[in-house]
C-alpha cells in the first residue's frame, strides 16, 4: 500500500534537507533571517537571507475543492470592486463596526477628506486572495471549501508561492523517485502556480490604464514597504518580473510607508499626480502611476498624526492606488459576515445588491447562479452587537466556555497573530470593554481531514499533523464611479500554507506557519 507523504529515514530526511536548502537560496525562496535565528547585531547591514518554512512534500488537496476555489475568483473580485464603489454600503460597515475601532475610523477619515475636494484617481486595482480551509464533517461528505478571509490589502507571498511550487516539481523530478518508499516521477499532480506572472501581469496593466504622463517626468511604480521588511523576496520577484518586460519598461522603486512624505510631492494644479524623488537620484523625479501598499494594512504602521496626513495625501493624488482606502475598508472582517449572513423570506442576500445582472451575467439566472456558488464557500459568521438577534445568539455562544470550543474570534485586522480562539473567547471578552465587542465576527472554525507532512523550518524538521490553508490570488482593475466598468478581471496563481494542526494561528510572515504547494488528490 502506497503511504504520501512517505516516511522518511533519518538520513533521506538529511538529504532532503540540504536539498531544500540550497535550491531555496539558489532560486529565492528566502527571507531574511528572524531575530531568533540570527540577532540583529550578528547582521548589522542586513545582508544574510535563509530558507522559507517550507514542508518537504506538497500536501495532498482534494481536487474538487481546489478547483471549487479557482472557479469562483473572478467572481470574488467582482464582487469586492462592487462593494468598494458602493459608498452607502461601507459607511454602514463602519457604523456598525463603531468607534471602538480607530483604525477603521481613521480610515474612513481619509476617505471623507478626499471626498469632499473630490477624487481626481476613478481607476482602481485590487491584487486580491481568497484563503480557504477544507471543510469535511464527521458523516464524511464531499469536501468543499470555505472562505476563512478575503484579502484587499498587502495580499503577500505569491513570489514565494510560484518558487515553492516550482521547488516541489525540481523534488518529483529529482529526490521523490529515489526514496526507499519512491514516488516515482509523473505519479503526483502538481498544478503550477503562476502567481508572480499573474500580479505582475495586474501592477502593469494598471500602469498602462494610467496613461500618457502630463509632467513632463517618466512614469514609475511604487512599492510602500514597511521598515526592517523581511519578506522582502517575496516582493522583489513581482518587482522582477514587472520590469522584465520592455514593452513598456515599468521604473518599480521601493518606498518605506513612513518616508513617503518626504519623499513625494503633489504636483502643482488640478491634476494632483503624485511626483517622486528617489534619495539616490536627487536629480530625477518621477509621476506615480500605481502606488502598491505592502504596509499601511494595521496600526503599527500610524504611530502618529503624520502617518495618516500621508495616507490622505495618497489617497488624493492621481495615481493609481492598489488599494484605495474604500477597497481597504471593503476586506474588514465584518464585510465577510454580513456577505454570510444566510438569506431570509424576510432578509434577502446582500450578495444581489452588487452581482445584478446587468452587470456580472446577461441573464436572472446565471447571476443567481454565481451568487449561489459564492455562498457555498461561506461558513456561519455572526456580528457581536447587543441589538440583533444574531448578535446576541452569538454573545452567548462567546461567552460559553463549552460552546465556543468551536469558534474563533477575529477583529478588525489583517497580518496575523490577531486571532482569539476556542476555550480563550470569553475570558478574552469579559476583560474586553463590552463597547468594544462590536468591532469582532464570531466565526465558526472549519474541521479540516487529516493530513501528515513534515516542515522544514530553520534548518530543523518537523514531523506530524498538519493543517493546509489555500489563497487564491486575483487581479482587478476597474472604474470606482457607480456602474463604472470593469477593465481587468483575471485568476492568478494560488497560495498554500501550511501549520502544525496544534497551531491556532498560520501566518508564514508572523513565524506560524510554511509555505506548501498542492498535490491534487
Not at 517626468?217 to 514587472?242: A, I, M, P, S
Not at 495618497?314 to 444566510?342: D, H, N, Y
Request: hydrophobic share 35%; proline share 8%; with cysteine.
Amino acid at each position: 500500500m502506497w503511504v504520501y507523504p512517505p516516511e522518511l529515514t533519518p538520513a533521506e530526511g538529511e538529504r532532503l534537507t540540504e536539498v531544500i536548502k540550497d535550491w531555496a537560496v539558489a532560486h529565492g525562496l528566502t527571507v531574511r533571517p528572524p531575530p531568533a535565528v540570527i540577532a540583529a547585531e550578528a547582521d548589522p547591514a542586513g545582508i544574510l537571507a535563509t530558507a522559507v518554512p517550507v514542508t518537504l512534500f506538497p500536501s495532498p488537496f482534494p481536487e474538487v475543492c481546489f478547483n471549487q476555489a479557482v472557479a469562483v475568483q473572478k467572481a470574488y473580485n467582482e464582487l469586492y470592486a462592487a462593494i468598494s464603489r458602493d459608498e452607502e454600503f461601507l459607511a454602514q460597515i463602519v457604523k456598525d463596526i463603531g468607534d471602538s475601532d480607530d483604525f477603521i475610523t481613521e480610515l474612513w477619515k481619509v476617505h471623507l477628506r478626499v471626498k469632499e475636494e473630490g477624487y481626481v484617481q476613478h481607476k482602481s486595482l485590487g491584487l486580491f486572495r481568497s484563503d480557504y480551509m477544507v471543510h469535511q464533517d464527521a458523516s464524511g461528505s464531499t469536501p468543499q471549501v470555505k472562505q476563512v478571509e478575503f484579502n484587499t490589502i498587502a495580499s503577500s507571498f505569491g513570489g514565494l508561492s510560484s518558487q515553492t511550487s516550482l521547488l516541489h516539481n525540481y523534488l518529483a523530478a529529482t529526490e521523490y523517485p529515489l526514496l526507499g518508499n519512491p514516488i516515482q516521477r509523473g505519479l503526483l499532480r502538481l498544478p503550477p502556480s503562476g502567481s508572480i506572472v499573474g500580479l505582475a501581469a495586474g501592477l502593469r496593466q494598471a500602469f498602462v490604464e494610467y496613461g500618457p504622463t502630463t509632467t513632463g517626468h517618466g512614469k514609475c511604480v511604487v512599492f510602500l514597504t514597511q521598515g526592517g521588511e523581511r519578506n522582502v523576496f517575496d516582493q522583489r520577484h513581482l518587482e522582477y518580473e514587472l520590469q522584465r518586460s520592455e514593452d513598456p519598461v515599468v521604473p518599480v522603486f521601493r518606498l518605506p510607508y513612513a518616508e513617503t512624505l518626504q519623499h513625494t510631492r503633489i504636483a502643482d494644479g488640478a491634476g494632483r499626480q503624485l511626483l517622486y524623488t528617489p534619495p539616490h537620484l536627487p536629480g530625477r523625479t518621477f509621476e506615480v502611476a500605481v502606488i502598491y501598499m505592502r504596509s499601511g494594512y494595521g496600526p503599527s504602521d500610524y504611530p502618529d498624526p503624520s502617518a495618516w496626513e500621508a495616507r490622505y495625501h495618497l489617497e488624493r493624488s492621481a495615481a493609481i492606488k492598489c488599494p484605495t482606502v474604500l477597497t481597504q475598508i471593503a476586506g474588514t472582517k465584518k464585510v465577510q459576515q454580513v456577505l454570510a449572513t444566510p438569506e431570509t423570506p424576510s432578509n434577502p442576500s446582500v450578495l444581489g445588491r452588487f452581482l445584478r445582472p446587468s452587470t456580472t451575467t446577461s441573464d436572472d439566472s446565471t447571476s443567481a447562479s454565481v451568487i449561489s456558488e459564492l455562498a457555498k464557500t461561506f461558513t456561519n459568521i455572526y456580528p457581536l452587537d447587543a441589538t440583533t438577534e444574531a448578535g446576541l445568539e452569538a454573545r452567548r455562544i462567546a461567552l460559553d466556555p463549552a460552546r465556543s470550543q468551536s469558534y474563533v474570534l477575529k477583529p478588525q485586522r489583517e497580518g496575523g497573530g490577531n486571532n482569539v480562539y476556542r476555550g480563550a473567547i470569553p475570558g478574552f471578552l469579559r476583560s474586553t470593554p463590552e463597547a468594544h465587542w462590536p468591532s469582532h465576527i464570531l466565526m465558526e472554525l472549519i474541521t479540516p481531514p487529516p493530513v501528515r507532512n513534515t516542515i522544514l523550518r530553520n534548518g530543523a524538521l518537523e514531523h506530524g499533523g498538519v493543517i493546509c490553508e489555500l489563497g487564491i490570488y486575483g487581479t482587478c482593475l476597474w472604474d470606482q464611479r457607480p456602474g463604472g466598468a470593469i477593465l481587468r478581471n483575471e485568476e492568478a496563481g494560488y497560495l498554500l500554507r501550511t501549520k502544525g494542526d496544534k497551531s491556532e494561528e498560520g501566518g508564514v510572515a508572523a513565524g506560524f506557519g510554511c509555505m506548501d504547494s498542492v498535490a491534487l488528490a
